[in-house]
């Protein structure tokens, strides 16, 4: 069994920034790739950024030169920066071994005008 636990979701002003935190924990600790996932209201989840166990990151074309992604063994954070209306979702966190995902319930970030 492995629970993902976000934190750091909030209300903050376009422009602002916001640092998200997920913690794994269970029997499994290591995790080939650690991940976020936004869904916004009416939209399909989509990527934001991945980074693997060697440090190979990922990120959409959306948050590119604002969001920073980084991580442990079993855990990962998203540093976000320069915040946009559009931002505002659901952001999942995501840890992946060889054999399946993990997704964590969510943490509402919602970036006001």
């Known amino acids: 069994q492995v629970q993902l636990l976000e934190s750091g979701g909030g209300l903050v002003q376009a422009g602002g920034s916001l640092r998200l935190s997920c913690v794994a924990s269970g029997t499994i600790t290591s995790f080939n790739v650690m991940g976020w996932y936004r869904q916004a209201p009416g939209k399909q989840r989509e990527l934001v950024s991945t980074?693997?166990?060697?440090?190979s990151t990922t990120y959409a074309d959306s948050v590119k030169g604002r969001f920073t992604i980084s991580r442990g063994s079993a855990t990962v954070y998203l540093q976000m920066n320069d915040l946009k209306p559009e931002d505002t979702a659901v952001y999942y966190c995501n840890a992946a071994t060889t054999l399946r995902p993990y997704w964590g319930q969510g943490t509402q970030v919602t970036v006001s005008s």
């Open positions: 980074i693997t166990s060697g440090g």
